[in-house]
């Protein structure tokens, strides 16, 4: 899923049981990913404060991923230039 540039991810989804058995992940248009089967235990991760953004998704694999977790931090979008 490529973003556009007023976009972002407000929440990770899903379910796990062993492993992570599905993942959504959901934008501030509305537009959602949906992946793997949806079996377990439900998780959702979203910004503790309105103004965080989702900076980084981790995880940790043994054979297939076992925990997912959800960065968020305030993102200063001021000090980045995009221009060439």
Do not use: C
């Not at 976009?7 to 992570?20: D, F, L, N, P, T």
């Not at 793997?36 to 989702?54: C, E």
């Amino acid at each position: 899923m490529e973003l556009s540039d007023d976009e972002a991810i407000i929440q990770i989804s899903g379910k796990a049981s062993h492993y992570v058995q599905s993942v959504v992940i959901v934008t501030s248009k509305g537009r959602h990913l949906e992946a793997g089967q949806p079996s377990g235990t439900s998780f959702n991760m979203y910004p503790s404060h309105k103004d965080d953004d989702l900076v980084f998704i981790s995880g940790t694999n043994h054979g297939a991923m076992t925990s997912i977790a959800a960065h968020w931090s305030r993102v200063d979008t001021s000090a980045t230039d995009t221009e060439h």
